[in-house]
């Protein structure tokens, strides 16, 4: 299983990015999945999650600014991302939740300049 993440970049303040996490395979859509980041010096953290079922979660910092959704049928975990700030900054990485193992995307940089 791989995890092909993309969308990140550099934006301004206040601007917006969407990410988006592929994973290889089929059989997902029964699965948890996930964005963590990880920014310079800090502990990876949660960002928010979405079950099989559409239900999501967010860490209160990223309430009201991102929204996470998936797309089943392409295996793919999206995190839109608006009103940027500057500590957003950090490596988002995908996540997909399974029994035995989670999997990890590579990480997208997304770099919000003030």
Same mark, same amino acid.
């Given at each position: 299983?791989?995890?092909? !993440?993309?969308?990140?970049?550099?934006?301004?303040?206040?601007?917006?990015?969407?990410?988006?996490?592929?994973?290889?395979?089929?059989?997902?859509?029964?699965?948890?999945?996930?964005?963590?980041?990880?920014?310079?010096? +800090?502990?990876?953290?949660? =960002?928010? *999650?979405?079950?099989?079922?559409?239900?999501?979660?967010? =860490?209160?910092?990223? +309430?009201?600014?991102?929204?996470?959704?998936?797309?089943?049928? +392409? #295996?793919?975990?999206?995190?839109?991302? #608006?009103?940027?700030?500057?500590?957003?900054? !950090?490596? /988002? /990485?995908?996540?997909? /939740?399974? *029994?035995? *193992?989670?999997?990890?995307?590579?990480?997208?940089?997304?770099?919000?300049?003030?």
């Amino acid at each position: 299983v791989q995890l092909q !993440a993309s969308g990140g970049g550099l934006v301004q303040t206040g601007g917006s990015l969407r990410l988006s996490c592929a994973a290889s395979g089929s059989g997902f859509s029964s699965n948890d999945m996930g964005w963590y980041r990880q920014a310079p010096g +800090k502990l990876r953290e949660l =960002v928010a *999650t979405i079950t099989s079922r559409g239900r999501t979660y967010y =860490v209160d910092s990223v +309430k009201n600014r991102f929204t996470i959704s998936r797309d089943n049928a +392409k #295996n793919t975990v999206y995190l839109q991302m #608006n009103s940027l700030k500057f500590e957003d900054t !950090a490596v /988002y /990485y995908c996540i997909v /939740y399974a *029994t035995a *193992t989670n999997y990890w995307g590579q990480g997208t940089l997304v770099t919000v300049s003030s």
